[in-house]
């Protein structure tokens, strides 16, 4: 079971570029979700999907695009990077999700991360 | 806004005692909770969950303690292992939004 697949690893970017962190994940989940960890911060979130064609924003959605095409792929897209997007990113995937009537019931499942260094 | 903390960004202990780690949050409404396992160069990854209407839960050697009058709760590893060492988040999973703690590093003695 593959569960969720983050590419790349890793990635060094200079300020100014663009890239896309690809998130996939094999287990039919709905809510997907991007997000980015620092030292002292804990995990925070960028931007979150309930489902194909439907994107929202998290806490620190600014510099970062998301779409959501299809149930399986959530790529997150720096579209001009900067020194203080240097961080370690995780996608996530759930089987449920919060919202204004009702708890997040069930976990989250998370990839192994990619870590990126803009200079 | 909400928030979850722990009391201890670092816990050390010896193999085979058991470990107990700690989380505050500050939402009364909150009614579910998920500890978190972080192993180095890995994501997050699924220990224990516990709603607002249980005050205990067991797992495989963890349990989890909810106190919802002074809000807060354990996670208790029993006769901790080499394999338990990573940082542990608590999370509340409550309505309309997610909220992590920090994470305490649990480092084992041999």
């Known amino acids: 079971n593959a569960g969720v697949t983050q590419t790349p690893k890793f990635q060094v970017l200079k300020t100014g570029q663009s890239m896309t962190l690809q998130c996939a994940q094999d287990?039919?989940?709905?809510?997907m979700s991007w997000y980015r960890q620092d030292p002292g911060m804990g995990l925070r979130l960028i931007h979150y999907?309930?489902?194909?064609?439907?994107?929202d924003q998290g806490e620190v959605p600014n510099g970062y695009n998301v779409s959501r095409s299809t149930t399986e792929d959530f790529p997150l897209r720096l579209l001009s990077a900067a020194p203080s997007q240097t961080s370690v990113y995780f996608c996530a995937s759930s089987y449920s999700w919060p919202t204004a009537r009702s708890s997040y019931n069930s976990p989250l499942h998370f990839g192994n991360g990619t870590r990126l260094t803009v200079t | 806004g909400e928030s979850v903390g722990l009391h201890l960004p670092t816990l050390s202990v010896q193999e085979g005692d058991n470990s107990i780690i700690n989380c505050a949050y500050s939402n009364s409404a909150s009614d579910y909770f998920i500890w978190y396992k972080q192993e180095s160069g890995k994501g997050p990854q699924f220990i224990i969950d516990?709603?607002?209407?249980?005050d205990k839960r067991q797992g495989q050697r963890v349990t989890v303690l909810l106190n919802k009058t002074v809000k807060h709760l354990s996670l208790q590893i029993a006769a901790t292992q080499p394999g338990d060492s990573a940082v542990y988040f608590c999370?509340?999973?409550?309505?309309?939004?997610?909220?992590f703690g920090q994470g305490t590093r649990l480092t084992i003695n041999p």
């Open positions: 287990m039919n989940h709905e809510y």
């Open positions: 999907s309930v489902g194909a064609g439907i994107t």
């Open positions: 516990i709603r607002s209407n249980m």
């Open positions: 999370a509340d999973q409550g309505a309309q939004k997610l909220v």
